[in-house]
């Protein structure tokens, strides 16, 4: 009897030390975890497709994929909570602390819409300044700091091509596309990107003028049509 218990006993110490290492293993890479999900919600990574639900973790390098009418809310190791819309895709690149000798994070918004908040730098003191957040896009970049800010495309019928980003509130947002930068540095004020349309009939010089006149428009308030509109693409 005290043999098997002995017995037990080790076993159940070796399978608690194979399962906290075996969670230690896991959550290296992790860039975030999954905190709403509603309806279609995927995840496409070298290792294969899989349907994302509340408390996944989120790797880097995963494209997120959300379906018609679904939303998904993670929040990633930095701090930063992101909201992707419905038809959306949108890939981990980057995430500050978790990417090696990397202090910002990247993410790509490859179509659709999302929204970021980004952690407060000032409550987390950083041994070298946080260099801002970036998120890509077919046509601009977007850099964030200590910001509320919605981005996304064809917002109320512009064009899938076409880029909005709006600052909702924080420290400020700017967006850059051929070496033209506009800066966010109100609540509601936002700005928009014209994207390039291929179309067979064009020259190779006036494709390369389209493809450089998508710069972004000067920096306004929104009316507050646009900017419902925009949180709508969000909402829960």
Known sequence: MLR???LSLIALIVGWLFATGGYAESAMGVA???TRVRGEVVSEAAAGRRPLALGHALHLGDRLITGVDARLEARMQDGMVITLGE???FLVQQVAGVTPDQNNSVFELVKGVFRAATASTDAQPQSKP???SRVETPVATIGIRGTDLWGGFNLLDAGARTLDVVMLEGKGVYVESNGQRVDLNRAGEGTTVQGFYAHPTLSLAEEIASRNAATPTP????KEKKLQAAQRTVAW
């Open 4 to 6: 098997y218990q002995t």
């Open 87 to 89: 038809k959306t895709e």
């Open 130 to 132: 946080r260099e801002p």
């Open 32 to 34: 975030g975890y999954v």
């Open 219 to 222: 920096s306004k308030i929104w």
